[in-house]
């Protein structure tokens, strides 16, 4: 018998109307069967309820899952008291014979009174079926059959009853609960029913053999605890298959499991991501031939089963054509005899790690050159103005001087740009505190930045159109930063001599500045990138211009921290326009006064 799993307020209608049509029935089977009160049925309907009440009291707990398996001989005592008894006495000896189980027991009201209720209907219809249609002949066929449908229907209701008080106190769908007990609990029912008719005969025929029956009672009972016993194992490893595979599927590192032979059992979904190749691809096929490529030194490489070890990089081409390194930690098994039987494969994507790593060992490597070249001149006139200063005409020593603090000013922008780069990665490119935010006159403020470029490229044409009324909220300091950075970037990506273009206007209600050069270009699927710290799209061995690759970097941070952007228009081997749009200032008087041309050309 399958008892419940705690119950909650939502199940008190079914209890009630539960033990209301057990009341019924019982009220109806003695109304339709006045009961016989002489001495002799109630001798032996006092016997019965005593063996009722102990067919329930001995029983055998199954844990199972969140429930319960209780299983009982009370079916046995039900079939007793039907053939033994009239039948309003046999409904009357089952259920006082029940109710005197669970005073025993302890039971809570609530569920004596569902107990109560659930074995009455079902009780009442079996007897019904067994007096109205076996007429009570325990002995003819009909009397069998009749019989053995009243305890089917017995059993059926109480399967019920409980089905609908599990899905109630669980929230799970009736049928789904039915179809999980009915195998069990229509078997035992049906056995314990088979033993008590056996028992009747005995006790009808042969009273002295009424002690076997202890045998197939004990032999059923058994079978029944292995039954339940290798259902809760069926659970209990269902379960934990169950977690095993979320965690395969979840799992962001790649699973590889191969047999001794290096054939791969298990391919999970994240070795499909990294590789591109499916499960139903990979399964069955050779692990050496699925993970191959080259190590870090380029060697054609292959992973088989292994005994473990340190982890090996593998560099691979995935099924779309790209390029992955894959970190391979080997975790094998073994036998009772030490060999090996199979191996657990756990794979990690690092192309990110490696691509970090190789853009650290390229800013090294960039900035190394970018402070080594300043200080090599620095170097060489300082040692000039000390060994030979009295030698040194005054026009030479001007002129180192000036080298001298240009190359002092280089490094110091370098290092600017290396902190401010630093204190957006901590703060955001929105929160940096040393951007102002004010009128300017982003036309003066451009002017002023193309300066310092006129003198220091005199064969280069440096050419400004700025429109009356570009006043933009922001910073003159960052603007003029801005300004710098996109024509110094304008410079090295474009030939010597090629003209610069820098145009300022307004358009609604922002300031656009656009700087324009006519160079190599810039690959489409670049655009996005070169906006990232330290990006440099040539390759830092083999690179034809300076600088860390922070420039375009810190454009997009300034213009965003003045709530602005940055973008780019660029074709290849025709050059690029970088646009930086900032807000419109409200102010009417800029806090830069205006220069008195407002189109230059700037040509040395």
């Known amino acids: 018998m399958k008892r419940g799993r705690g119950r909650t307020p939502g199940t008190s209608s079914l209890i009630a109307a539960v033990a209301g049509g057990g009341a019924l029935a019982i009220a109806i089977s003695v109304l339709a069967y006045p009961p016989p009160l002489h001495g002799g049925v109630l001798r032996k309907a006092l016997i019965l309820v005593v063996l009722t009440a102990m067919s329930e009291l001995i029983s055998i707990r199954l844990q ?3 429930s319960a398996e209780l299983l009982t001989l009370f079916e046995l005592a039900v079939v007793a008291d039907m053939v033994l008894l009239p039948a309003s006495v046999a ?172 054939t791969v059992v298990l391919w999970s979904p994240s070795m499909e991501r990294m590789t591109g190749v499916t499960e139903k691809e990979a399964v069955g096929k050779a692990m050496a031939y699925l993970l191959r490529g080259r190590d870090n030194f380029g060697r054609p490489v ?33 036998d009772g005899r030490g060999q090996l039987s199979f191996d657990v494969l756990v794979v990690t994507d690092v192309t990110r790690q490696r691509e970090v790593d190789k853009l650290k060992d390229d800013f090294i490597s960039t900035v190394s050159h970018e402070l080594r070249t300043p200080l090599t001149p620095i170097k060489g006139y300082a040692s000039l103005l000390l060994r030979r200063n009295d030698e040194i005409p005054a026009e030479r020593r001007r ?80 603007i003029e930063q801005i300004v710098a950075n996109l024509v110094s970037n304008a410079i090295k990506f474009s030939d010597e001599g090629a003209p610069v273009d820098v145009e300022i206007a307004r358009e609604g209600v922002s300031v656009q500045i656009k700087v324009h050069d006519t160079g190599r270009g810039i690959p489409a699927d670049k655009h996005e990138e070169i906006f990232e710290k330290f990006k440099r799209l040539e390759d830092p061995l083999r690179m034809e211009t300076g600088g860390a690759g922070l420039g375009l970097f810190i454009v997009r941070q300034l213009a965003r921290a003045m709530g602005g952007d940055v973008s780019v228009e660029s074709e290849l081997g025709r050059g690029s326009t970088f646009m930086v749009t900032l807000t419109v200032s409200s102010s009417s008087v800029p806090t830069v006064a205006p220069p008195e041309r407002r189109a230059s050309d700037l040509a040395g």
């Open 399 to 478: 002129e180192a001087l000036q080298s001298i603090l240009e190359r002092a000013d280089h490094m110091h922008r370098l290092v600017e740009d290396l902190l401010l780069a630093s204190r957006v990665a901590t703060t955001g490119e929105r929160r940096l505190p040393e951007v102002g935010r004010q009128a300017v006159d982003v036309g003066h403020v451009a002017e002023k930045a193309l300066r310092s470029f006129v003198i220091a490229h005199p064969l280069r044409e440096f050419r400004l159109d700025a429109a009356d009324g570009a006043v933009a909220l922001g910073d003159p300091i960052r």
């Open 64 to 66: 199972h899952g969140q």
């Open 302 to 334: 292959s992973m088989d089963v292994s005994s473990g070890g340190e982890p090996t990089d593998l560099e691979i081409v995935a099924t779309d054509g790209s390029v992955r390194w894959l970190r391979v930690q080997h975790g094998p098994g073994f």
């Open 91 to 262: 409904v009357v000896v089952s259920v006082t014979g029940l109710a005197l189980a669970l005073i025993v027991q302890r039971k809570p009201p609530k569920k004596f009174v569902f107990n109560i209720g659930q074995y009455a209907l079902g009780v009442v219809p079996a007897v019904a079926v067994y007096h109205g249609i076996g007429h009570g002949e325990f002995g003819s066929a009909r009397g069998l059959v009749a019989l053995t449908a009243g305890m089917f229907l017995f059993t059926l209701i109480n399967l019920v009853s409980i089905s609908a008080i599990i899905a109630a106190t669980t929230d799970a769908p009736l049928f789904k609960v039915f179809a999980e007990e009915q195998k069990l609990s229509i078997a035992l029912g049906l056995g314990n029913s088979a033993v008590g008719m056996v028992a009747v005969s005995l006790y009808l025929t042969r009273p002295a053999l009424l002690p076997a029956v202890l045998a197939p009672t004990l032999a059923l009972h058994m079978s029944f605890r292995g039954w339940v016993q290798e259902k809760e194992l069926h659970r209990q490893m269902e379960e934990e298959t169950n977690k095993l595979g979320r965690i395969v599927e979840h799992s962001s590192e790649g699973i590889v499991l191969a047999d001794a032979d290096g």
